[in-house]
Nanobody, 118 residues
Framework: QVELVESGGGLVQPGGSLTLSCAASGSISSTNVMGWYRQAPGKERELVASITGIGMTKYEDSVKGRFTVSRDNAKNTVSLQMNSLQPEDTAVYYC????????????WGQGTQVTVSS
């Protein structure tokens, strides 16, 4: 049983920055892939960024160069540094974890709201 708890969401002006954090507890393997998804109102949940246990990363095209995902295997945490935020980044952001080599998400966080508005 894995539990994920996010923190760090909030309201930010366009062009601003936020850092999201996710703490994982339970049966965690350093080979798991940890990631961040987001879901805007009326839209499907989409993958924003993911990172493997050895630091290989993947980003959704619209966030490349603006967002950076990182993880600390010793602390079982994953973070998402978001810069140059735009209104279209407004969404609920979810932390996730899945076994390497599968697409099945093992656990989701509860979600944290990010609102980009002036």
């Amino acid at each position: 049983q894995v539990e994920l708890v996010e923190s760090g969401g909030g309201l930010v002006q366009p062009g601003g920055s936020l850092t999201l954090s996710c703490a994982a507890s339970g049966s965690i393997s350093s080979t798991n892939v940890m990631g961040w998804y987001r879901q805007a109102p009326g839209k499907e949940r989409e993958l924003v960024a993911s990172i493997t246990g050895i630091g290989m990363t993947k980003y959704e095209d619209s966030v490349k160069g603006r967002f950076t995902v990182s993880r600390d295997n010793a602390k079982n945490t994953v973070s998402l540094q978001m810069n140059s935020l735009q209104p279209e980044d407004t969404a609920v952001y979810y932390c996730s974890i899945r076994p390497l080599g599968t697409t099945r998400i093992s656990a989701w966080g509860q979600g944290t709201q990010v609102t980009v508005s002036s």
